[in-house]
């Protein structure tokens, strides 16, 4: 999902994002607004496809945030990352589908399963998508030996 020159991303950024996600998805569980959400889908495409430093959220980090705090200590790929905006997406528009076809509850199921992601990623420093991507990584590493 990373192409070459992706730079490293700031953890704090990703926590960051994550928050305002967060923040998004529980508005769309309150609201059952599906243009929210379908809103939130397009925060999770820009970052899947066009790269996390177009993700308006890694924007309004880099212009907010960033520069009151000092530089970050660590950096993470952004492979990993990228594939979790990816998941976040998939589930997104699922949600978007249930809310504009009549089947809320697919909606809010979908929606409450990113929150509960990205609330993980946010509150924990804990991203469910980046240790899927680290366990394909890992199934295909090993299928790939037993066939050498």
């Not at 990623?121 to 394909?136: Q, T, V």
């Amino acid at each position: 999902m990373s192409r070459p020159g992706d730079p490293p991303v700031d953890p704090r950024g990703v926590r960051f994002s994550a928050a305002v996600t967060t923040v998004v998805l529980a508005l769309v569980l309150l609201s059952g607004s599906g243009w929210l959400l379908a809103a939130q889908a397009v925060v999770f495409a820009l970052g899947a496809f066009a790269g996390l430093r177009f993700s308006p959220y890694s924007v309004l980090y880099r212009a907010l945030v960033a520069p009151r705090l000092g530089p970050p200590s660590t950096q993470e790929e952004a492979a990993p990352v990228r594939f979790s905006q990816t998941v976040g997406l998939v589930f997104t528009v699922v949600g978007v589908v249930g809310y504009f076809t009549g089947l809320t509850a697919l909606g809010i199921v979908a929606t409450a399963f990113a929150l509960a992601a990205a609330f993980l990623n946010a509150a924990f420093g804990f991203c469910l998508g980046c240790e899927m991507y680290a366990l394909i990584a890992r199934v295909r590493n090993n299928k790939q030996g037993a066939t050498a």
